[in-house]
Structure formats: structure tokens, C-alpha cells
């Protein structure tokens, strides 16, 4: 089989996270190519990882001249499955179908609800019309949770039409493991860590904020309205009231950071709560952390949480998407619903109780590194792709 992948190539977070060590997997059971609209961080990184990368040089993210220069790239060889990913690819892709070869087969991983990604805008309207619009080009639709999938299907989109498959977490030998997570260091009552070894490559917003007895909680996102960073910051400030030797570390940017580190320290946080911006590695600042939480309003499954649960941190989250495919409540972390009950309040007690219980975070956390080590698997997402693009063939030839 002849696959090629399309995406934006400056697309990064979960969505590169997961597209990159499933393509990695998929290449030992089909002719693969990644087709990058655009230059950029995911484009880079799947030339670096040894991937059959092409580049469709555009001016803007929906430069009009990229609904010649596709085809064009696209026709230069026989493809089986042209397979897309997030609205840069998505909509050109459908629009160009009746300029491609009747015999290929066009599939969507649908990642997220593009409603709650651009909250209500008016840019989010359009890219939810135009997809509804352009939905019958599509031949087979991928969803990465079951959660995104119902929610779909109340839409209209057709159920049966979109299997589940979940995204996967490849192996990193940079990444700290549950064994080496300092669990000793806490204390069932909170007060602190008895002693500290300096975790390297610590980001220096979190070095400046950093005590002895410091108990750390983080998450990693980019700073955009769907992921409610303001809930964090209002559950961070009861937190620290609470716990004053707990420290709040947000990892990553994005066009809310400017708006929420001013927030932060009007809100008097500047010396609790570290914006690191944008890091070279995640580990180091996961590494430092005895639980991790995301406040988000959306999510189709989030990697981030898959990727501090594989360091073994237990998780504190609002139960939204597909959080509870992953995070079993009680078991691997403590989820809180979003609809009238993710308070502030009740995201800063779950918050407490696992930066002050050393035994019942340490059995979180190693449930959870050992859920997405068992269940999270890239060589078997693979083979499930594989199963779904065989099945599209079959439909083909019948």
C-alpha cells in the first residue's frame, strides 16, 4: 500500500506528538510519505527521524496558490490512501477531491472539535461549516477518542464511518521513568522534601521560583482559550493559600502567554506560579513535579497527560474528551467534571491531596506509567491504521 500523510508543517503539540511516531510505526507496513503544507517544526522533525518529507512552500496558512501546487505534488505518484490531518489539511484536501485520481482514498484523523478549539470565533465557525460542508469528499473518518466520536455523531457526522483509534506514545530514552521519580522526598503531611538533588536542564523560570521544600504541580500546553489556563491560575492562587510550598509550573506558549503571566502576578502568584515558555524538553520540568493537572474546556485525548503519566505523575484534570480514556479515576488520578463542578475549589483540593500524599501519588503514578506502557503502544495504533486503510481498499475494488 501507498500511503501519504498530509498536514500543516508547522502543526506542534499533540498533534505532531502523535502523528510522528505513528508514521515511524507505519513505515514498516506500507510505502509511506508525510506531504508538510508548509514549512516548520513537525516538517523538521520527520526529516530528522528519517521520513520521506515533501514541502508545499505557502505564504499563509491558507495560501490560495497551495490549491494548485497540491495536486501537483500529489500526482506525481500512484497513491493508495491520501490521509489528512487538522484543518490546514483537511479542507484544501476535500476541496481538491474532484481533481485527484478517482482510484485514491481520502481519510481524516479528526484530533479535536474545531468548535471548542477557536471558542466560538469566528474563524472557529467557519472551519466547523466548511468541514461539515466538505464531509462527504471524505471517505473514512479516524477519531482519536471515543468521547470525540459521540460528540460528532450528535452533529451529524456518521458514526459508523469513524472507528477510534487512540494515539500512541513512542519510547524516549530522555524521559525520566516512574523508578526514578524521588518519591522518598515527600512527606504524607506536605511539608515538604526532606532533601533535593537539582534536576538538570531545570527551566530557568522554575529555578527562580524553586525552594527545598517546594511541592511542584505542572502541565504542559499551549496558551489558548480551549485549554482554560485562567481556571488554572484561579485553582492555583486557592492552592497556594492552602499549601504555600506548593509551586504551580505551566510549560509551553502561545498567544494567551502575555495575558495570563500578567494575570498571574496581579493576582500576586509571580512567586508561586512559573511560566517556562516554550522548552527544548518537557522531562526536566516533569521531573521536578509530583503530580500534574490540566484544566482544560476540550479535548479529543490529550497526550500531555500521557506523556506525564508515562514519568510517572498522578493526574488532577477536568473530566472533558477524552481525559477517562486514559486517566481511570481514583486509580491513576483524580477527575473532576467541568460542568458545574470544575471549581477552583475542587481542583485545588485534588491538587492537595496529591502533593500531600506521598503513597497514595506514588500508586497513582505507577498505575498510570504502566497503563500507557501496556495500552499506548505505536506498533499497534499502526496495525489498526493498517486494518482501516486495507478495509478502504477492499471498499474500492468491490
Not at 9 to 35: K, Q, W
Not at 202 to 221: N, Y
Not at 246 to 253: K, L, Q, S
Request: glycine share 8%; with cysteine; charged share 20%.
Amino acid at each position: 500500500m501507498r500511503i501519504v500523510h498530509v498536514i500543516g508543517g508547522g502543526d506542534t503539540g499533540g498533534v505532531m506528538t502523535h502523528l510522528l511516531p505513528l508514521l515511524e510505526a507505519l513505515r514498516s507496513h506500507v510505502e509511506l510519505r508525510l506531504l508538510c503544507i508548509g514549512g516548520g517544526g513537525l516538517a523538521d522533525q520527520a526529516a530528522e527521524r528519517g521520513l520521506d518529507v515533501e514541502v508545499v512552500p505557502v505564504h499563509s496558512a491558507f495560501d490560495p496558490s497551495m490549491l494548485g501546487s497540491i495536486p501537483r505534488v500529489l500526482k506525481g505518484s500512484r497513491w493508495d490512501v491520501v490521509h489528512t490531518h487538522g484543518s490546514r489539511a483537511n479542507i484544501p484536501l476535500r476541496l481538491l477531491r474532484p481533481l485527484l485520481r478517482p482510484s485514491w482514498r481520502l481519510a481524516t484523523t479528526v484530533h479535536s472539535d474545531l468548535a471548542h478549539d477557536y471558542q466560538s470565533s469566528a474563524r472557529g465557525t467557519a472551519y466547523t461549516a466548511l468541514d461539515m460542508a466538505t464531509l462527504p469528499m471524505v471517505d473514512q473518518l479516524i477519531c482519536v477518542s471515543a468521547s470525540l466520536r459521540r460528540r460528532l455523531a450528535r452533529r451529524g457526522y456518521p458514526a459508523a464511518r469513524m472507528p477510534v483509534i487512540r494515539p500512541a506514545l513512542a519510547p524516549d530514552p530522555t524521559r525520566p521513568g516512574p523508578d526514578r521519580r524521588q518519591w522518598d522526598l515527600l512527606t504524607d503531611m506536605g511539608t515538604g522534601r526532606v532533601s533535593l538533588e537539582p534536576v538538570a536542564g531545570l527551566p530557568a523560570a522554575m529555578r527562580a521560583v524553586d525552594t527545598p521544600d517546594a511541592l511542584w504541580i505542572g502541565t504542559v500546553a499551549r496558551m489558548v482559550p480551549v485549554k482554560d489556563i485562567d481556571l488554572m491560575l484561579d485553582a492555583s492562587a486557592v492552592l497556594l493559600e492552602a499549601l504555600p510550598q506548593a509551586r504551580v509550573a505551566i510549560v509551553g506558549d502561545g498567544p494567551e502567554r502575555a495575558r495570563l503571566e500578567a494575570r498571574a502576578a496581579a493576582m500576586g502568584l509571580g512567586r508561586q506560579v512559573a511560566f517556562t515558555g516554550r522548552v527544548e524538553s518537557i522531562w526536566p520540568a516533569l521531573a521536578r513535579c509530583s503530580a500534574y493537572w490540566l484544566t482544560s474546556v476540550s479535548e479529543g485525548l490529550p497526550l500531555s497527560i500521557m506523556e506525564a503519566m508515562a514519568t510517572g505523575l498522578p493526574v488532577v484534570a477536568t473530566d472533558v474528551g477524552g481525559v477517562a480514556e486514559v486517566v481511570e479515576q481514583g486509580v491513576m488520578g483524580i477527575l473532576v467534571r467541568r460542568e458545574g463542578a470544575a471549581t477552583p475549589e475542587a481542583l485545588a483540593a485534588a491538587a492537595a491531596a496529591l502533593l500531600t500524599d506521598r503513597e497514595r501519588s506514588r500508586e497513582m503514578g505507577l498505575a498510570g506509567a504502566a497503563r500507557v506502557a501496556r495500552d499506548f503502544v505505536p506498533s499497534n495504533a499502526a496495525c489498526l491504521y493498517v486494518r482501516v486503510y486495507e478495509r478502504m481498499l477492499g471498499e474500492r475494488s468491490a
